[in-house]
């Protein structure tokens, strides 16, 4: 058993959406001649399959993705906080979710004899996204890949009547093949509208973006608008895989903020990590703190504008955390003209503390916005886990002293 792929599994059904809204309403292109009720039945029925999916997974850890496996890091490394290292070690879930995206764009929606999608075969070379495409799709995936997913997808009682997938999966060789589920007659519906979803949201610059956000997590919140628009969620959906202690901080903390006319800025995708930045300011000067979430945990890297102040977070906090924000012990400024990314808006931003009657700096973009940062520079930026009671505590009364710096007493 492969407890990390155990815990993906469960952290990734706990992010799956609950429920829509009480007055979600399908946009009327989506909607494909069936009533209000079958589209729902289709919705709930899609969510279902995902828990399954889940579930399968994580009872078959020994046999899936076993090699690469092997080689996970849950903390990730520097520059990545542990996505690119999933989709690297554990790639049955771009891979599924891939999979998925590819028979709900290609299928259409048929209600006789059954209630089915009906998928040309010729169809499923039609590239999707041209940018996640060059290196990732369904017709990139080695034949073994295709038979191994497809038949985990038989499993999970998903039916491709018109095709043999069970020792290879080619489509040219494929008229016309039909998918229904043996679990639900209405996940065909299901299926549709998540690609619907997927692709009826604006500014994800690829749809690699969204096989996590969108179609494992059966968010279906895109298809009440005829129009694309930008994905947007809310950061109570990861406070929800959380523990109860921690997810009762991060609703503290997000009321806290919003209440004090902070803006979100969302990561790529539309998820983690979450920063919150004063309005009027850039990322860059305005950050009061940054939140990641996934499966390991929650780890806050907190604004450092205050940290000038004589009276600031700093003096207050075990010696432990200190030695995190410290990027070493040059006592030596730090020329910018050193600094690894020499183009763009990400370029070094000097802050700076003083402890025990020394002066310590930092860089602002070391932590989650340059991958040199403990690599090819000395800064090495900041995080803190709030899993200890008293570390979130601590960072809690830090962001106070942060969002509050500057203000007017």
Not at 47 to 62: P, V
Not at 335 to 348: I, V
Request: charged share 25%; hydrophobic share 35%.
């Amino acid at each position: 058993m492969n407890k990390h792929l155990l815990n993906i599994c469960g952290y990734s059904k706990a992010l799956i959406t609950p429920n829509n809204p009480d007055k979600f309403a399908v946009a009327e292109r989506f909607k494909y001649g069936l009533t209000d009720d079958e589209l729902q039945k289709g919705i709930t029925a899609y969510r279902d399959f995902l828990h399954s999916l889940f579930d399968f997974i994580a009872s078959n850890t020994a046999q899936i993705d076993v090699a690469r496996g092997k080689k996970y890091n849950p903390y990730g490394t520097k520059g990545d906080r542990g996505t690119s290292s999933v989709k690297e070690h554990f790639p049955v879930f771009f891979d599924i979710a891939m999979i998925l995206l590819s028979l709900g764009f290609h299928g259409r929606i048929e209600t006789a004899p059954e209630t089915r999608l009906s998928i040309a075969g010729e169809d499923m070379s039609v590239v999707i996204c041209p940018i996640t495409e060059k290196y990732q799709s369904l017709i990139k995936m080695s034949n073994e890949r295709r038979v191994e997913l497809f038949g985990l997808l038989t499993e999970l009682g998903l039916r491709f009547s018109g095709a043999d997938f069970s020792e290879e999966v080619d489509f040219t060789k494929v008229k016309t093949f039909y998918v229904t589920s043996v679990q639900n007659e209405y996940f065909a519906v299901g299926l549709k509208l998540i690609a619907d979803a997927a692709t009826n949201i604006k500014d994800h610059y690829k749809m690699e973006n969204l096989l996590f956000p969108v179609i494992l997590r059966g968010d279906f919140q895109s298809l009440s608008s005829e129009k694309p628009k930008k994905y947007v969620y809310d950061i109570r959906d990861f406070a929800r895989a959380q523990p109860p202690e921690i997810r009762d901080w991060i609703l503290t903390l997000n009321e806290f903020l919003l209440n004090k006319n902070c803006k979100m800025i969302q990561g790529m995708g539309g998820g983690p990590p979450f920063t919150y930045a004063k309005r009027n300011t850039t990322v860059t000067d305005g950050t009061v703190c940054v939140i990641e979430t996934d499966a390991v945990g929650c780890f806050v890297s907190p604004g450092v504008n205050h940290l000038s102040n004589p009276n600031s977070i700093i003096n207050m906090l075990p010696n432990n955390m200190v030695e995190m924000i410290k990027s070493g012990e040059e006592t030596e400024r730090f020329d910018a003209e050193q600094c690894c990314r020499k183009s763009g808006n990400m370029g070094f931003a000097r802050f700076s503390f003083i402890y025990n009657g020394k002066e310590y700096e930092g860089c602002r973009h070391a932590e989650s916005r340059c991958q040199y940062a403990g690599k090819k520079c000395r800064f090495t930026g900041f995080r803190f886990n709030l899993a200890e009671p008293v570390v979130r505590e601590l960072v809690m009364k830090w962001i106070e002293m942060e969002v509050n710096y500057g203000q007017m007493d």
